[in-house]
Nanobody
Framework: QVQLVESGGGSVQAGGSLRLSCTASEYTYSNYCMAWFRQAPGKEREGVAVIAGDGRTTYADSVKGRFTISQDAAKNTLYLQMNSLKPEDTAMYYC???????????????WGQGTQVTVSS
């Protein structure tokens, strides 16, 4: 099955930007719903952004206007551009994929290993 590998996490000060990448082992564009989730210590995993097979995007209210999800079909890569970062954005970020499930609930069947994002005040 498809394997996902995230990269691009790191430490940044509040107000800064990061771009996360998620590279898939095979072609996923238009065949899968792709999403970014995050999980902070002691908290449940929450959906951040989704891009459906038809290109429609959905964002959590907490990141609307600051984060942008996109994908490059030629590179089999999903991106999450994160701007105006806040300390509350600190979490492990995961990408996920599923042929059938789509949305901000963490029921996807394929997950990456995660990349840490730390935002300091």
């Amino acid at each position: 099955q498809v394997q996902l590998v995230e990269s691009g996490g790191g430490s940044v000060q509040a107000g800064g930007s990061l771009r996360l990448s998620c590279t898939a082992s095979e072609y996923t564009y238009s065949n899968y719903c792709m999403a970014w989730f995050r999980q902070a210590p002691g908290k449940e995993r929450e959906g951040v952004a989704v891009i459906a097979g038809d290109g429609r995007t959905t964002y959590a209210d907490s990141v609307k206007g600051r984060f942008t999800i996109s994908q490059d079909a030629a590179k089999n890569t999903l991106y999450l551009q994160m701007n105006s970062l806040k300390p509350e954005d600190t979490a492990m970020y995961y990408c996920a994929a599923d042929r059938l499930i789509c949305g901000l609930v963490p029921r996807y069947r394929i997950w990456g290993q995660g990349t840490q994002v730390t935002v300091s005040s």
